[in-house]
């Protein structure tokens, strides 16, 4: 009996350690297949890293669209703000009437410094052409269609997320006057301060840029009206900040615009010339407003 016992007993041992042995084995294979690649490896517990966009430029504009101009003046890609013509029209004395229309950006106020100074031609021109009707003797009454009148518009030369520029073309019309009275102006903002840009911001100070200028603009000017278009005596195009007041920025180049009779006869009307950005290489202030313009253009 007790050889019985002890024989069962052994017999038993001998299954339970040989069931343990092989749960170990199928233990320790299962880890080994998942580490190799092979089988099911669990989601990790940590939470993911998600990283942070990194912060844009602060503009006082809301980001939007602006559409294609025809000839490709505006900058590529999204801008701050977008364009909707507003105008303005009425009669003046019953003898004048004037039209015009200038540019706005879209989702801020009237009241915002970029609007106030995109309106701010036309409402000196509107200004102006009121106060003379008011000094012309002799009024005449009757339809207004028949009178003096005032027209003019702004076109938006560039708009990006650093600058706003435009130029306005007018035109006067007095009853019983031989020629028309022309009239050309502009504006550029800096968008990140509101405020209105000179051309001479745009340049290092001290840098002969007005000379660079004057000697690229009256190139073109011969390429467009001939040698004897111009002056003879080159009037109009002197190293001066004011001959060069009225321009207009795009992605390759800066137009300048000139009144009438400024650097050549009626006939030419108010002319441009425009002076490509990689021919001032070296001059624009590659931390001014424009300085994108230059280094893109280089």
Same mark, same amino acid.
């Given at each position: 009996?007790?050889?019985?016992?002890?024989?069962?007993?052994?017999?038993?041992?001998?299954?339970?350690?040989?069931? %343990?042995? %092989?749960?170990?084995?199928?233990?320790?294979?299962?880890?080994?297949?998942?580490?190799?690649?092979?089988?099911?490896?669990?989601?990790?517990?940590?939470?993911?890293?998600?990283?942070?966009?990194?912060?844009?430029?602060?503009?006082?504009?809301?980001?939007?669209?602006?559409?294609?101009?025809?000839?490709?003046?505006?900058?590529?890609?999204?801008?701050?703000?977008?364009? &909707?013509?507003?105008?303005?029209?009425?009669?003046?004395?019953?003898?004048?009437?004037?039209?015009?229309?200038?540019?706005?950006?879209?989702?801020?106020?009237?009241?915002?410094?970029?609007?106030?100074?995109?309106?701010?031609?036309?409402?000196?021109?509107?200004?102006?052409?009121?106060?003379?009707?008011?000094?012309?003797?002799?009024?005449?009454?009757?339809?207004?269609?028949?009178?003096?009148?005032?027209?003019?518009?702004?076109?938006? &030369? %560039?708009?990006?997320?650093?600058?706003?520029?435009?130029? &306005?073309?007018?035109?006067?019309?007095?009853?019983?006057?031989?020629?028309?009275?022309?009239?050309?102006?502009?504006?550029?903002?800096? %968008?990140?301060?509101?405020?209105?840009?000179?051309?001479?911001?745009?340049?290092?100070?001290?840098?002969?840029?007005?000379?660079?200028?004057?000697?690229?603009?009256?190139?073109?000017?011969?390429?467009?009206?001939?040698?004897?278009?111009?002056?003879?005596?080159?009037?109009?195009?002197?190293?001066?900040?004011?001959?060069?007041?009225?321009?207009?920025?795009?992605?390759?180049?800066?137009?300048?615009?000139?009144?009438? &009779?400024?650097?050549?006869?009626?006939?030419?009307?108010?002319?441009?010339?425009?002076?490509?950005?990689?021919?001032?290489?070296?001059?624009?202030?590659?931390?001014?407003?424009?300085?994108?313009?230059?280094?893109?253009?280089?």
């Amino acid at each position: 009996m007790t050889c019985g016992r002890v024989c069962i007993w052994t017999g038993v041992s001998a299954v339970l350690m040989g069931t %343990l042995l %092989l749960v170990g084995c199928a233990a320790a294979d299962g880890r080994e297949m998942v580490a190799n690649g092979i089988g099911h490896t669990p989601e990790p517990t940590e939470a993911p890293v998600v990283e942070e966009p990194e912060a844009k430029p602060t503009s006082s504009l809301p980001e939007g669209t602006i559409p294609e101009s025809d000839d490709g003046g505006f900058a590529p890609g999204t801008a701050h703000g977008s364009v &909707y013509v507003d105008s303005m029209a009425g009669t003046v004395g019953g003898a004048g009437s004037y039209d015009l229309s200038h540019p706005q950006l879209d989702g801020l106020g009237l009241d915002h410094p970029v609007n106030v100074a995109l309106r701010r031609p036309t409402e000196a021109m509107r200004a102006e052409f009121v106060a003379a009707m008011s000094e012309r003797s002799g009024e005449e009454s009757g339809e207004a269609n028949g009178g003096d009148s005032l027209r003019g518009s702004g076109k938006v &030369y %560039l708009l990006d997320d650093r600058l706003v520029s435009v130029v &306005y073309e007018f035109r006067i019309e007095w009853s019983g006057a031989a020629g028309v009275d022309d009239r050309v102006d502009s504006v550029l903002v800096d %968008l990140q301060t509101g405020v209105e840009v000179s051309l001479g911001d745009l340049f290092v100070p001290g840098s002969p840029w007005l000379e660079t200028i004057g000697f690229f603009a009256r190139q073109d000017l011969v390429a467009r009206l001939g040698e004897m278009g111009l002056w003879p005596d080159g009037r109009g195009l002197e190293p001066e900040a004011s001959n060069y007041s009225v321009f207009g920025l795009t992605v390759a180049e800066l137009v300048v615009r000139f009144d009438r &009779y400024q650097v050549a006869p009626g006939a030419a009307g108010t002319p441009d010339a425009t002076v490509r950005w990689a021919s001032l290489a070296g001059l624009v202030d590659p931390d001014g407003p424009a300085g994108h313009l230059a280094v893109s253009a280089g």
